[in-house]
Nanobody
Framework: QVQLVESGGGSVQAGGSLRLSCTAS????????MGWYRQAPGEQRELVAR???????NYSDSVKGRFTVTRVNGQNTVYLQMNRLKPEDTAVYYC?????????????WGQGTQVTVSS
């Protein structure tokens, strides 16, 4: 059984930084994509940043220039460096991984890690 294990959430003041990590455990091949979503109270889950194998990362407009997603080459490990954090970045952040299962794909999710930014 595949699990995504996240770490690195916490509380920080506006303008500060946090780094999230996510590593897959269990027997699985290389994921086609890995990234991060977030969900604030009363809101829908939204994409923050994602990186496909062999491609450039993509970001939501709200985090461009502040967040950086990186993936370790050839491994199912992904990081999210979050700089110049704002109170509106407060949410539960979820690691996501896409596994190709022909003819389609399957999404794996982490348990979520809380990020709280105070003003």
């Amino acid at each position: 059984q595949v699990q995504l294990v996240e770490s690195g959430g916490g509380s920080v003041q506006a303008g500060g930084s946090l780094r999230l990590s996510c590593t897959a455990s269990g027997s699985v091949g290389l994921f086609a994509a890995m990234g991060w979503y977030r969900q604030a109270p009363g809101e829908q889950r939204e994409l923050v940043a994602r990186i496909f194998a062999g491609d450039s990362p993509n970001y939501s407009d709200s985090v461009k220039g502040r967040f950086t997603v990186t993936r370790v080459n050839g491994q199912n490990t992904v990081y999210l460096q979050m700089n110049r954090l704002k109170p509106e970045d407060t949410a539960v952040y979820y690691c996501n991984a896409v596994e190709l299962r022909r003819p389609g794909a399957f999404d794996h999710w982490g348990q979520g890690t809380q990020v709280t930014v105070s003003s």
